[in-house]
């Protein structure tokens, strides 16, 4: 269960940061803050919230957020806090948090990872993945190491990354890398790692 603090300390109780070309994003659990300034003495902030724009962003609790520089996408991880009219989802911005879109209605994202243009969403229902800034998302299929035939059991996914063609996922039950077949969206070859017990200690173990 995730404990939300007092309403009076909300926007000073940050769940996630962002940093690029001086601007300064804040998720906490009453919105997002923006500071172009943030080095300086007295910086200035701008808050986007569920409720104080004309396109908001889902929710005020914020858990994570990502920034891809290929496309200047903001993408945070925005759960329903307190608002009537708040739900789960993603939100993302192109222009700064002036507007948000919002995707994945009512799932519950945990992190965020980018291959190219490129965002993926790890949550609790799987890995989505999106080429066209979110309009259409889509899952893997099953993830099966091509060298053992082990099935990654896992539904839940806490974090998504990659470096050139090569995918890393991170769920409840293991990480997964993915060497991408150029072209050819979760389509490649897996490879999963799972923690064990190593062999030596089991003489440990006395019957």
């Known amino acids: 269960m995730i404990r939300r603090p007092p309403r009076s300390t909300l926007d000073h109780s940050s769940a996630a940061s962002d940093v690029y070309k001086r ?6 659990a009453n919105g997002i803050n923006k500071s172009s300034n943030a080095n300086d003495q007295y910086p200035e902030w701008v808050k986007f919230n569920a409720t104080n724009q004309n396109q908001p962003i889902s929710g005020n609790f914020i858990t994570a957020l990502g920034y891809n520089q290929l496309t200047q996408t903001v993408w945070a991880s925005t759960w329903k806090a307190d608002g009537e009219t708040e739900f789960y989802g993603v939100s993302s911005s192109e222009d700064g948090g002036i507007t948000w879109n919002t995707f994945l209605h009512d799932e519950r994202p945990h992190n965020f990872g980018f291959i190219n243009d490129d965002v993926m969403v790890a949550t609790d229902n799987g ?3 999106s080429s066209d800034l979110g309009h259409s998302w889509l899952l893997p299929g099953a993830i099966i190491d091509a060298e053992t035939g082990l099935k990654l059991n896992a539904t839940s996914f806490y974090s998504a990354g990659s470096f050139h063609n090569n995918i890393w996922i991170g769920s409840t039950n293991g990480l997964a890398r993915l060497q991408e077949t150029p072209g ?3 389509q490649g070859t897996w ?3 799972l923690a064990s017990q190593p062999v030596e200690s089991l003489s440990l173990i006395h019957i």
């Not at 601007?23 to 906490?28: A, E, F, L, R």
């Open 184 to 186: 050819r969206i979760w």
């Open 191 to 193: 490879k999963i790692y």
């Open 23 to 28: 601007q300064v994003y804040v998720g906490t």
């Open 127 to 129: 890995i989505f993945r």
